[in-house]
């Protein structure tokens, strides 16, 4: 008895979360239908001119804007940014460094170094635990 193999698909808003793209922007055939994970690989290997048209100007969704400015999601809620932004006007931003995003970048630098600071010193922690062990 074989069993049968289902195919795994998903939501539009999941694959497009996972494509980096912001899904009001893709085409409707694409909002509408589901997506297998066969056809995301697809879009991922070889992306069609609408995605790759997409990764690069946008409207772009949260996570991508703020990642492209070096902030936090929460960083751009607190800049006021809520919508999606195309590439261009991430560039403008950028050029015109307001202040709020000179802060929220400052702030996502200390995150960025403490999360690195923690991480050494659990590493020794945990050096120093398996050379007492080692002794023991």
Do not use: C
């Not at 085409?27 to 609408?50: D, H, K």
């Not at 709020?100 to 923690?118: P, S």
């Amino acid at each position: 008895m074989k069993s049968q193999q289902t195919t795994q698909t998903m939501k539009p808003a999941t694959a497009a979360k996972k494509l980096g793209v912001y899904l009001e922007a893709t085409p409707a055939a694409f909002q509408e239908g589901v997506v297998s994970r066969a056809e995301l690989n697809a879009l991922q290997a070889e992306p069609p001119q609408w995605l790759a048209d997409l990764r690069r100007d946008g409207p772009h969704p949260r996570p991508v804007v703020a990642a492209k400015l070096g902030v936090s999601i929460a960083g751009l809620a607190r800049g006021g940014v809520t919508e999606p932004l195309t590439t261009e006007q991430i560039d403008a931003l950028k050029q015109e460094q307001p202040e709020w995003l000179v802060r929220e970048r400052a702030t996502q630098a200390e995150v960025r170094k403490e999360t690195v600071r923690i991480k050494e010193k659990q590493a020794a922690e945990q050096a120093k635990k398996e050379a007492k062990d080692a002794q023991s």
